[in-house]
């Protein structure tokens, strides 16, 4: 009991001693004042020179780049699928490499015509892409073609999922014509 009257008290002294340490803010980002130093040699308080802001590197004006893809899908249909369960087909396009780093997506769907076994989906997507470097970026493109709960609450569901061929951002005003045969 003695020992925890003389250790209890100095654990408590050296803690409050310790407080104006722990107070201090060592990772705050925003500095008040003027930077500088105290020269303890004068006792006058130099100031730093003033640094100016680093520039940022300059990304180029994004120029609009609008054109259109005209996609028709022939699809096979050999899944179980009720004959008057709707088809729809989903056609994305996104563009990745744009010196702005913004990413640009573009997605569009639209029901199938169906007859039997087959479904026939055409669609013309129009975009209009504001890039930065038109003339390097790329273009990832796929698609789905989905049934049941996906676009209405029926079952079956059914979903395919492909990816094409990444291509080149298209001319300014040009329709990129596709066809894809799909089956599911």
Not at 17 to 33: A, F, W
Not at 35 to 40: K, M, R, S, V
Not at 41 to 65: C, H, V, W, Y
Request: hydrophobic share 40%; proline share 8%; glycine share 6%.
């Amino acid at each position: 009991m003695r020992i925890l009257r003389i250790v209890l008290p100095v654990c408590i002294c050296l803690l409050g001693l310790t407080l104006p340490v722990r107070s201090q803010k060592t990772n705050e980002t925003t500095q008040h004042g003027i930077p500088g130093y105290l020269d303890p040699r004068t006792g006058t308080f130099k100031p730093l020179a003033n640094l100016a802001p680093q520039e940022e590197p300059e990304i180029e004006a994004a120029t609009p780049s609008p054109g259109d893809f005209a996609v028709t899908f022939n699809i096979s249909v050999k899944s179980s699928i009720p004959s008057t369960e709707t088809i729809a087909c989903n056609f994305n396009a996104q563009v990745f490499g744009d010196a702005s780093g913004k990413t640009v997506t573009d997605s569009m769907t639209v029901a199938a015509t169906r007859s039997g076994a087959t479904a026939t989906c055409k669609l013309k997507m129009f975009y209009s892409w504001p890039l930065a470097s038109p003339n390097t970026d790329l273009v990832s493109l796929d698609y789905q073609i989905v049934t049941g709960e996906f676009v209405s609450p029926v079952l079956p569901i059914r979903l395919s999922t492909q990816t094409l061929s990444s291509i080149k951002v298209p001319a300014i005003g040009a329709t990129t014509t596709m066809t894809i045969a799909a089956t599911i």
